[in-house]
């Protein structure tokens, strides 16, 4: 606990005596009511001579008085706020510098009482004239600076808000070349530095700050920040893990998992957050960090954890709860996830966060009506509030966004269509959204030629836009034109960092195409120039996927080795490596292992579901393989590899007629495959199938007696 008092005396009042002290200790005028002078003119302080006759003794006391007075006024103002007691503040100042105008330290306090009390233009003068009167008055130089850095919230952009940068740089200069170990000035100057671009100066500054306090968490932010800002995130992150090694400061340790956590390093971030956990876990933010790493990496019940941890800490915060649902939701428990969302709505009641996780608690049961219902209401309910709150119309596009998402789901697509026309009447960022989920949309009815003459429209339009150019090359490697998609692709090139994620979408498009000597170069280079490892671990997993097409088996699982060694829970990962273990009939137990994990994660993943159902399937236990293979059917019903391993498990299980049933919808799926998923080796096998099954059920009705012919 501070102490309020020194020796019985209290704090305030030492306070207010070393603001009188220092008023006795300056000269004082010898004439009152002297003429005003010029800023720029000599004065007593700066000359050490004065024209003035010596104050009586009697005025000098009334000085002192009235300073006194102004001083315990101003006190009582900043206690009570009261403006009465500002404005006599104000006027028993000015009575003190009517017999004392050269004092420096007065007209300071003045100008400090008339900035609280919003008389800022006066406020300005009078910290100007104390500079003028002593040019070393850092608590003049404090003031106006803080004036200026206040402005910048209440003024727009222009030359108005440049010149009041410009004014609390050079207060903040001042100071430093006064104090310069005044660590508030210096980071205040480094801000605004960082604010003009002047990253170089603010850089300096920042060096000078952290070489007198190595350990200063704001200096530590600001430079990290600064140097992550300009693409120095190793540098960063040297920084701040010299300085964690040093003081184990948490927030240093949570500065660093910031650092990590820019760089995607996942597995280092949450060692970071984790230590910045222990030595302060009652911090919120320091559980969030860990919690938001842990989600990245898949570990979803550690993240729960933390989340829980946050909920006991913070019991009234609704997203607190809301998080908690989320990871309920991928964990498959959706009893807790509902309870939470409960939790969430009372503590947050039509809160926009809380209906969408609602309604993506009901998509992930496959209850599509009631989210489609939620959504439906909480977009009527935001344009009845349109136009009286701000921000509502970005709102409604992401509500929009999401009831499409839904309808694609329950594939009902011309009312995702729908839903897409209404959300681009928005705005412009809305449209443009909404542009490019009419594209995935006909994409995913597979209407290919439609969603390439969208794509193209959108491209026209905006010719520059990376994005849509993109996603036409990608449209174009569905219908297996690798050449038309990589010409696209290339012209994207900048030969910088950015060609990595090119050349992953460039590999994908060849793979696809089957152009597979293409895909492996383009693979290997994003490889080459991945820096975060959540890049690298892309190449290795597209390196595999292109390897297993071309069953190179062992080449394949190099790679797939590869990411799981430095993120063991990379679920899209250990689906592919277990399915591509379990289609061979290989290592059967550890394939459904690999495969489980990813299900554990994703329990509503159609592809991981249906990965785990054949593995079953490969090892003869037919009813794990028919509950997860329904499952899957469940989630992605249009999907004919899914069907037709369904397909083959009521075939073992002599079960014909369904057999027959659901080979007959996955011949039709087939039907409808773009180009380049349409496998005819697939596609024969599934219609030969089918020809045998009909052939055989028409021999049993045949031979049945209790059937009429």
Known sequence: ??????????????????????????????????????????????????????????????????????????????????????????????KALALTPDSAVARERLAEIEAQ?????????????????????????????????????????????????????????????????????????????????????????????????????????????????????????????????????????????????????????????????QEDPDEPSHLQGLAEALIEQGKYQQALEQYKKLAELQPGTAENYVRMAELYRRLGQFDQAKTSILRAKQLAPGNLQVLYNEALLYEDQGQYDQAISILTDAIAGMKAQAGKESGSTGAIAILYEQLGHVYTQAHQYPQAIETYQQMSKLGPAAQKRAQL????????????????????????????????????????????????????????????????????????????????????????????????????????????????????????????????????????????????????????????????????????NGAYLDSLGWAYYKQDKLSEAEEYLRKAVDHDNDDPTILGHLGDVYIKLGQNQQAADTLERALSEWQKAVPADYDPQKVNRVDAQLKNLKKRLAQKSSQDPARPR
Request: net charge negative; with cysteine; glycine share 4%.
């Open 117 to 277: 009390s919003q008389h800022i233009k006066d406020a300005v003068l009078d910290a100007r004239e104390a500079l003028a009167i002593d040019s070393k008055n850092v608590a003049a130089h404090r003031l106006l600076a803080r004036i200026y850095v206040r402005s910048l919230g209440d003024i727009g952009a222009g030359q108005v808000q440049k010149k009041s940068i410009d004014e609390a740089i050079t207060q903040f200069q001042d100071i430093l070349a006064l104090k310069p170990d005044d660590s508030y000035s210096a980071l205040w100057l480094a801000r605004l530095y960082r604010f003009e671009n002047r990253h170089s100066d603010a850089e300096k500054v920042l060096r000078d700050l952290l070489q007198r306090e190595p350990d200063n968490p704001q200096g530590l932010e600001q430079l990290s920040q600064l140097l992550m800002d300009e693409g120095h995130t190793q540098e960063a992150v040297t920084l701040l893990s010299q300085a964690a090694s040093g003081s184990g400061s948490p927030d240093v340790y949570d500065l660093l998992g910031d650092a990590y956590t820019q760089e995607k390093d996942w597995p280092q971030a949450e060692h970071a957050y984790q230590k910045a956990a």
């Open 437 to 604: 989920l009419l594209i995935d949309t006909y994409r995913q009815d597979h209407q290919i030629d439609r969603a390439i003459e969208e794509a193209k429209k959108a491209l026209a339009a905006s010719p520059k836009d990376p994005g849509l150019t993109v996603t036409l090359a990608t449209l174009y490697g569905e219908k297996a034109d690798a050449s038309d998609a990589t010409k696209l692709l290339q012209g994207l090139m900048q030969g910088n960092a950015d060609d990595q994620q090119i050349y992953l979408e460039m590999a994908q498009i060849q793979e696809r195409s089957k152009q597979y000597a293409d895909a492996e170069k383009s693979a290997e280079k994003a490889e080459t120039m991945a820096a975060a490892p959540a890049d690298k671990q892309m190449a290795w997993f597209m390196l595999g996927a292109i390897y297993e097409r071309q069953k190179k088996y062992d080449k394949a699982e190099q790679q797939f080795r590869k990411v799981l060694e430095q993120n063991p829970n990379n679920a899209a990962v250990l689906n592919y490596y277990g399915y591509m273990l379990a289609d061979r009939g290989v290592r059967l137990q550890e394939a459904t292992s690999l495969i489980q994990k990813a299900v554990n994660q994703e329990p509503n």
């Open 1 to 94: 606990m501070i102490a309020k008092t020194i020796l019985g005396v209290p704090m305030k009042l030492i306070a207010s005596l070393v603001v009188l002290a220092a008023f006795c200790a300056a000269p004082l005028p010898a004439q009152q009511n002297a003429p005003a002078k010029s800023p720029a003119a000599p004065t007593q302080a700066q000359t050490g001579t004065s024209s003035r006759p010596p104050l009586t003794q009697s005025q000098r006391a009334d000085a002192y008085y009235y300073f006194t007075l102004g001083h315990l006024l101003e006190q009582q103002f900043e206690e009570t706020g009261q403006d009465d007691l500002a404005d006599q503040s104000i006027a028993a100042y000015k």
